[in-house]
């Protein structure tokens, strides 16, 4: 007879693995699916091997500039692409092992191969799930199984079965990636050994990072994005005063262009870059990141037969992760944008919530997700952009505040950078807040919490920010937004 449980979770990335020991909490027997390595592509692949790389440009970027802050280095600082490499990997592989031991601290089964869903649950029938051996071998042998890996492949039952299965990089035919000369984060995460020249194709998120990091490792790069701007879904402004900090460490940026072809030689790539104004120019770099972006894993999962509604390659859900089929929820990145770790973790909590029965169980508002960037120098923001806001027909306040005018920031070095609100000018509602510059992420959730608890200008101009820190400039901007700012 199959093994039966509350709740099965397909995928063991931050959505899936914060979703089971959620529902371990509520007292659901949980088991949850994974193929491939615990963590998922944030935790192995992604968000935290990638800031693990940028911590050490962002060291070699400061000691490269000791004389700014009046000290002597003696002798030269240059980067050791193997030592780097090895440092993001060791982080990735501890918190890979820590994952396996939350899952056994809550007393959640670990089920180890492929998922495929082949019935859903009924008033008085559980959901099934079939598992298989693995399509394809785990990528990091060095990341053993989990010791408490207690079921393997077989037939499993559960009323609640939730689709996490997360997403993987986007190709355009003709210019696939072959881990060799054409690189996906996976190749550009752990390079045996640095490319002296690197086209990024792709400016969002995943492709920035990537630039910053191998701009930092004296690599000449250069950025090709199809967009008019670099960083499409973030403030036109902000992105601007970006790419001119981006440019001065030397990066080369297209905009407004396209990669229509790439000529592969022994040891390079030659990309045929065109231009808003139909000129095509050849670009000849040693490698070549693909970063157009991710696209969902629904294949395999069964769910085309069972009807799944699914759009432009996510599954479709309502707030709570439900689909359109009884007892089968989807969470994460397979369940569209924003595609981002924390929404995912969110998303999990409140499908398992909703599935416990708690009352008052708020739907995931994606509105104030906050999204974060962590290129030199780092972007942040949360709700809409000023763009946005005027295309929607709002009447608004937007307030600036400049890290030139801000003590801290001057004296850390920093003053390169800018916070930027967005008011509707009725009703006071913050729509929206966009930063660029140092630290900026760790300070965005300032505006977020904001948002989450319906602050209005009047209790934010009202809050007293420490001084001296960085975090003033959020003040100052909301303040300039009312013309009220009081350093500028």
Same mark, same amino acid.
């Given at each position: 007879?199959?093994?039966?449980?509350?709740?099965?979770?397909?995928?063991?990335?931050?959505?899936?693995?914060? =979703?089971?020991?959620?529902?371990?909490?509520?007292?659901?027997?949980?088991?949850?699916?994974?193929?491939?390595?615990?963590?998922?592509?944030?935790?192995?692949?992604?968000?935290?091997?990638?800031?693990?790389?940028?911590?050490?440009?962002?060291?070699?970027?400061?000691?490269?500039?000791?004389?700014?802050?009046?000290?002597?280095?003696?002798?030269?600082?240059?980067?050791?692409?193997?030592?780097?490499?090895?440092?993001?990997?060791?982080?990735? =592989?501890?918190?890979?092992?820590?994952?396996?031991?939350?899952?056994?601290?809550?007393?959640?089964?670990?089920?180890?191969?492929?998922?495929?869903?082949?019935?859903?649950?009924?008033?008085?029938?559980?959901?099934?799930?079939?598992?298989?051996?693995?399509?394809?071998?785990?990528?990091?042998?060095?990341?053993?199984?989990?010791?408490?890996?207690?079921?393997?492949?077989?037939?499993?039952?559960?009323?609640?079965?939730?689709?996490?299965?997360?997403?993987?990089?986007?190709?355009?035919?003709?210019?696939?990636?072959?881990?060799?000369?054409?690189?996906?984060?996976?190749?550009?995460?752990?390079?045996?050994?640095?490319?002296?020249?690197?086209?990024?194709?792709?400016?969002?998120?995943?492709?920035?990072?990537?630039?910053?990091?191998?701009?930092?490792?004296?690599?000449?790069?250069?950025?090709?994005?199809?967009?008019?701007?670099?960083?499409?879904?973030?403030?036109?402004?902000?992105?601007?005063?970006?790419?001119?900090?981006?440019?001065?460490?030397?990066?080369?940026?297209?905009?407004?262009?396209?990669?229509?072809?790439?000529?592969?030689?022994?040891?390079?790539?030659?990309?045929?870059?065109?231009?808003?104004?139909?000129?095509?120019?050849?670009?000849?770099?040693?490698?070549?990141?693909?970063?157009?972006?991710?696209?969902?894993?629904?294949?395999?999962?069964?769910?085309?037969?069972?009807?799944?509604?699914?759009?432009?390659?996510?599954?479709?859900?309502?707030?709570?992760?439900?689909?359109?089929?009884?007892?089968?929820? =989807?969470?994460?990145?397979?369940?569209?944008?924003?595609?981002?770790?924390?929404?995912?973790?969110?998303?999990?909590?409140?499908?398992?919530?909703?599935?416990?029965?708690?009352?008052?169980?708020?739907?995931?508002?994606?509105?104030?997700?906050?999204?974060?960037?962590?290129?030199?120098?780092?972007?942040?923001?949360?709700?809409?952009?000023?763009?946005?806001?005027?295309?929607?027909?709002?009447?608004?306040?937007?307030?600036?505040?400049?890290?030139? =005018?801000?003590?801290?920031?001057?004296?850390?070095?920093?003053?390169?950078?800018?916070?930027?609100?967005?008011?509707?000018?009725?009703?006071?509602?913050?729509?929206?807040?966009?930063?660029?510059?140092?630290?900026?992420?760790?300070?965005?959730?300032?505006?977020?919490?904001?948002?989450?608890?319906?602050?209005?200008?009047?209790?934010?101009?009202?809050?007293?920010?420490?001084?001296?820190?960085?975090?003033?400039?959020?003040?100052?901007?909301?303040?300039?937004?009312?013309?009220?700012?009081?350093?500028?």
């Amino acid at each position: 007879m199959a093994e039966s449980y509350d709740v099965i979770i397909i995928g063991s990335g931050p959505g899936g693995y914060v =979703a089971a020991i959620r529902a371990s909490q509520l007292g659901l027997k949980t088991a949850i699916v994974e193929r491939e390595h615990m963590g998922g592509i944030c935790l192995n692949w992604g968000c935290i091997p990638t800031k693990a790389l940028l911590r050490s440009a962002e060291v070699l970027d400061h000691a490269n500039h000791f004389k700014d802050y009046g000290l002597v280095l003696e002798g030269t600082v240059k980067p050791d692409a193997k030592a780097v490499v090895g440092r993001s990997r060791a982080v990735s =592989a501890r918190l890979n092992a820590g994952v396996g031991f939350l899952m056994k601290k809550n007393k959640i089964d670990i089920i180890w191969g492929e998922a495929k869903i082949t019935k859903a649950s009924t008033g008085t029938q559980a959901g099934e799930i079939v598992v298989g051996k693995p399509s394809k071998p785990v990528v990091e042998p060095q990341h053993p199984l989990p010791k408490n890996v207690k079921s393997g492949e077989g037939t499993y039952t559960a009323k609640h079965i939730i689709i996490a299965t997360g997403a993987r990089p986007r190709a355009l035919p003709g210019i696939e990636p072959d881990g060799k000369l054409i690189w996906t984060y996976f190749e550009a995460l752990k390079p045996d050994v640095l490319p002296k020249s690197l086209i990024v194709m792709g400016s969002g998120a995943i492709g920035i990072e990537f630039a910053s990091f191998y701009r930092s490792m004296g690599v000449d790069v250069t950025v090709v994005e199809v967009m008019p701007t670099i960083m499409p879904v973030e403030d036109a402004e902000v992105t601007a005063i970006a790419r001119k900090q981006l440019e001065k460490r030397g990066l080369k940026i297209f905009t407004s262009a396209k990669v229509t072809k790439v000529d592969k030689a022994t040891d390079s790539v030659t990309a045929h870059v065109e231009t808003a104004d139909g000129k095509v120019q050849q670009i000849t770099a040693d490698r070549l990141i693909s970063a157009i972006g991710v696209q969902g894993n629904i294949e395999n999962l069964g769910i085309e037969a069972l009807g799944v509604k699914t759009d432009r390659g996510c599954v479709v859900i309502d707030g709570y992760g439900k689909t359109n089929i009884a007892g089968i929820y =989807a969470i994460g990145d397979v369940a569209g944008p924003p595609m981002l770790a924390h929404k995912a973790e969110h998303e999990g909590v409140v499908c398992v919530e909703k599935i416990a029965g708690l009352p008052n169980v708020h739907p995931t508002d994606k509105g104030k997700v906050p999204g974060c960037t962590y290129c030199n120098p780092q972007v942040a923001s949360v709700g809409i952009t000023e763009a946005k806001a005027k295309e929607q027909g709002r009447d608004i306040r937007v307030g600036r505040f400049s890290f030139a =005018a801000n003590g801290k920031a001057i004296a850390l070095g920093e003053d390169q950078g800018m916070v930027k609100v967005i008011f509707d000018r009725k009703t006071g509602e913050l729509l929206g807040a966009h930063m660029v510059g140092a630290e900026v992420t760790e300070l965005i959730q300032g505006f977020v919490v904001a948002m989450n608890l319906e602050t209005t200008e009047e209790e934010l101009m009202h809050t007293i920010f420490p001084h001296p820190t960085v975090s003033e400039t959020m003040k100052e901007a909301v303040l300039d937004a009312y013309g009220r700012v009081l350093n500028a």
